[in-house]
């Protein structure tokens, strides 16, 4: 079992809805990243945090607003989403920025 | 082009059968190699990484980087059912041999090992 925790499993919003969805490691790490999983699509970088600090917005549209309020948490608060944003969001942590990544288990978010 | 090229499949064989996963990758300035595996419902886990050219082993195993031709690929060797999952190549950047870890994804492979 990972040490990163991701809630909700599951979401289901409306396009005019704002919700918010949460990680937490317990690993210690101080680099933590969200991504963004569709089908028959390579995983994509979303935002990297690296002490509580953004070190990467991948030209990720504005109504996706992350906050990492200290290095064990990061959030993605999700507000006027479209269809084509439903997949699954993943959450990653690292002791530092580099390529040995613990992933959590996802929210798998649907916008009618 | 995409940066990072990998044959979805799905790709199903035997138990006990040599697998050959690959991508091909477009950028040359990619120094780490990763493989991770990524069961149904799971997020990916890290299996193995190579840091520029060259072969790893790890047990059943093995991961080759060829960057003169941009290509990596993972071998599973006496492939077992508990191998199925979607494998994921992963490419990142490097400065004075330290990863960034802003990696890049291939599409990811499916595999089901079957009995």
């Known amino acids: 079992e990972t040490g990163v925790t991701q809630t909700p499993r599951h979401l289901v919003m409306g396009m005019t809805n704002k919700k918010s969805l949460k990680c937490e490691q317990h690993l210690g790490h101080n680099a933590m990243y969200w991504y963004k999983q569709s089908a028959k699509k390579p995983l994509e970088l979303m935002f990297v945090?690296?002490?509580?600090?953004?070190?990467e917005n991948n030209s990720v549209p504005s109504r996706f607003s992350p906050e990492c309020p200290n290095s064990s948490h990061l959030f993605l608060h999700l507000h006027t989403l479209q269809p084509e944003d439903s997949a699954l969001y993943l959450c990653?942590?690292?002791?530092?920025?580099?390529?040995?990544?613990?992933f959590g288990p996802g929210t798998r978010l649907t916008v009618t | 082009q995409k940066e990072v090229e990998q044959d979805p499949g799905p790709l199903s064989v035997p138990e006990g059968a040599i697998v050959s996963l690959n991508c091909t990758y477009s950028n040359s300035a990619f120094q780490y190699f990763m493989w991770y595996r990524q069961y149904s419902r799971k997020g990916p886990e890290l299996l193995m990484y190579?840091?520029?050219?060259g072969n790893k082993e790890d047990g059943r195993f093995t991961a080759q980087v060829d960057k003169s031709s941009k290509y990596i690929s993972l071998f599973i060797r006496d492939s077992q059912p508990s191998d199925s999952a979607t494998y994921l190549c992963?490419?990142?950047?490097?400065?004075?041999?330290?990863?960034?870890?802003?990696?890049?994804f291939g599409q990811g492979t499916i595999l089901t090992v079957h009995p």
């Open positions: 945090y690296n002490f509580k600090e953004q070190t």
């Open positions: 190579t840091y520029s050219s």
């Open positions: 992963a490419l990142d950047w490097a400065a004075g041999g330290t990863s960034y870890g802003k990696l890049t």
């Open positions: 990653a942590s690292s002791q530092e920025p580099t390529y040995e990544q613990y």
